[in-house]
C-alpha cells in the first residue's frame, strides 16, 4: 500500500523518479487443510519451490539483486540532488520571472496567467528531467530484464504521464498561489488543508480514470473463475465486500516482468487487482497471500491511518517550509525579480524547499508506513487461515519469490532501510511469516475470528 499524502506536494516537486509500486508483502496463517483448487485446463502449472527459511539467492541472483538495488539507491539520492540543482538554477536563471512577465503580457486575469505560467515552467522541468527519466526507468529496468516495454509505449506512457502532470500542476499551481494571496500569513495551514479533499478524490477516482489509460483490465473470473472463488472467500474471512465484476487481472507483462497484487480506489471506485505476471509465477496459494496483504489495508483502515499520520508529518514540514521560503524570498527578492511570496515567479523557490522538507521527512514517512506493512503481513497470515492450507509456507514462497523477481537487495543497509523502505526487508518478513502461527499456540488471533468449526 502506497498511499501517500505527499503525493500533492510531490506534484509540485515534479515526481520525477517514481519507482514502481512493488507490493512485496503479504502473508498468511495455517489452518485446517483447504482443498487446493487445481487452475483450468490451459493455464501454466507453476512448481511450488521449496519452503525458504530467510530471503537468500543464488550467487549469481544475489550480485545481480545488490547491483540493482545499489542503482536504485544511487538514483533516489541522486534525483534529490538533481532537482535541487535544477530548481536553484532556475531560481538564479530567473525563469520564473520570464515566465511570469509572459502570463502577464498575455492577460490580467490571474488564472488565465496560471494557465500560461505553470504549463510552461512544468514543461521545461520534465523535459529537462527526460534524459533521467529515461535512464532510470528504461535504461536500467531493461538492463536488469525488469521491464519488457519497448522504447514507443514507454514514450506513450510519458507523454500521457506529462498530460496528467501537467493538469494537476496546473490546478494545484492555481489553487496554492490564490491561497498564498488571500492569507499570506496562514497559506500554509490553508493549502495543507485544501488539499486534503484533493488527495481522497484523486484516491478515488484512480481506478477509473489514472490506470486504465496505462493498462487494460479484464475480469479475473473469465479466465480463472476457481481463483476468484478463492479470492472471495479470503475477502469474507475480511467482512470486506468487492463484487466479483471487481476482481480484476492487469496485463503488466505487456510492460514489466516484476509482480504485484492490490486493492485500489475508496469507497464504490474500490477493486482487487492481480497482475498477470503474478498469476504467471506464482501458485494460487501464494497469490491469496499476496491479496491477504493488501486486503489488510482496507480492513484495519490504515489507508486511513496512514494518511492521517502522515497529514500530520506533512503539516509540520510544510510549516518548517514556509518560515525558510519567506526568509529566502526576503532574502534574495532584490537580485532575483521575485516580488513576494504570492509571485508566480517564487515557483522554483517554493519547489527547492519542498523538495528539501519532503526529502528528510522521508523516515518518518516510511517508519509509518513499515508499521503498517508489517500488520499487513500479520493479517494475510491470519484471513488464510483456513482458505489455504499451509499459509505461513505460501506467504515465505510468495515472499521469496517477490524478491527474486524484482531483484530485491537481499542484505539492506540499515540506513538505506530507514531512509528508503516503506516495507521491512524481505529476509525479515519471511522469518515472520515461518513463525507466525498463534493457532498452534493456542493463542487467539489478533485480527480475525477464527471459523467456527
Not at 123 to 149: C, K, N, W
Not at 170 to 180: E, G, K, M, R
Not at 310 to 315: G, S, Y
Request: glycine share 4%.
Amino acid at each position: 500500500m502506497r498511499i501517500r499524502r505527499l503525493a500533492v506536494f510531490l506534484l509540485l516537486s515534479t515526481a520525477c523518479f517514481q519507482a514502481p509500486a512493488r507490493g512485496v508483502g503479504v502473508l498468511q496463517a495455517e489452518q485446517a487443510p483447504a482443498q487446493q483448487q487445481r487452475p483450468p485446463a490451459g493455464t501454466p502449472k507453476v512448481q511450488a519451490p521449496t519452503v525458504p527459511k530467510a530471503y537468500e539467492l543464488p550467487p549469481q541472483k544475489k550480485a545481480e539483486a545488490i547491483a540493482y538495488s545499489h542503482i536504485q539507491y544511487e538514483l533516489y539520492f541522486s534525483g534529490v540532488v538533481l532537482l535541487l540543482l535544477m530548481y536553484f538554477l532556475l531560481w538564479r536563471a530567473r525563469l520564473g520571472v520570464l515566465f511570469r512577465n509572459l502570463a502577464r503580457r498575455t492577460s490580467s486575469r490571474y488564472f488565465v496567467q496560471c494557465l500560461v505560467f505553470a504549463p510552461l515552467f512544468f514543461l521545461t522541468v520534465r523535459l529537462l528531467l527526460l534524459p533521467f527519466d529515461y535512464y532510470a526507468d528504461f535504461v536500467i529496468e531493461h538492463r536488469f530484464g525488469l521491464m519488457t516495454q519497448g522504447f514507443g509505449s514507454w514514450m506513450a506512457d510519458w507523454g500521457k504521464g506529462l498530460i496528467l502532470f501537467l493538469v494537476a500542476s496546473t490546478l494545484t499551481v492555481a489553487i496554492f498561489y490564490w491561497i498564498v494571496r488571500q492569507s499570506p500569513r496562514r497559506w500554509w495551514l490553508y493549502f495543507w488543508a485544501v488539499t486534503i479533499p484533493i488527495t481522497l478524490f484523486v484516491i478515488f477516482i484512480g481506478p477509473f480514470v489514472v490506470e486504465p489509460l496505462f493498462y487494460r483490465f479484464t475480469p479475473l473470473d473469465a479466465t480463472r473463475p476457481a481463483l476468484v472463488a478463492r479470492i472471495e472467500m479470503v475477502l469474507q474471512r475480511a467482512d470486506l465486500t468487492v463484487p466479483r465484476r471487481r476482481i480484476m487481472e492487469m496485463n503488466a507483462s505487456a510492460k514489466t516482468n516484476t509482480l504485484n497484487a492490490y486493492v485500489s480506489g475508496l469507497g464504490a471506485s474500490k477493486r482487487v487487482v492481480v497482475w498477470d505476471t503474478t498469476l504467471k509465477k506464482m501458485t494460487d496459494d501464494e497469490t491469496l497471500l499476496v491479496l491477504g496483504h493488501e486486503t489488510g489495508h482496507y480492513v484495519l483502515h490504515h489507508i486511513m491511518k496512514e494518511f492521517v499520520l502522515i497529514e500530520l508529518v506533512v503539516l509540520v514540514f510544510i510549516a518548517l517550509g514556509f518560515f525558510a521560503v519567506r526568509k529566502l524570498i526576503k532574502h534574495y527578492s532584490g537580485w532575483t525579480g521575485i516580488e513576494g511570496e504570492d509571485d508566480l515567479a517564487s515557483l522554483p523557490v517554493m519547489l527547492l524547499v519542498l523538495t528539501l522538507m519532503t526529502f528528510f521527512s522521508s523516515p518518518l514517512v516510511n517508519a509509518i508506513s513499515r508499521h503498517y506493512e508489517h500488520q499487513a503481513d500479520q493479517f494475510a497470515l491470519e484471513v488464510t487461515y483456513g482458505v489455504v492450507p499451509n499459509p505461513n509456507a505460501a506467504e515465505a514462497r510468495a515472499f521469496q519469490t517477490l524478491g527474486e523477481q524484482d531483484l530485491a537487495d537481499p542484505d539492506p543497509n540499515p540506513f538505506i532501510v530507514v531512509w528508503l523502505y516503506s516495507h521491512p526487508p524481505l529476509d525479515r518478513r519471511i522469518r515472520f511469516a515461518l513463525n507466525y502461527k498463534p493457532w498452534a499456540e493456542g493463542k487467539p488471533l489478533r485480527f480475525i475470528h477464527p471459523p467456527k468449526s
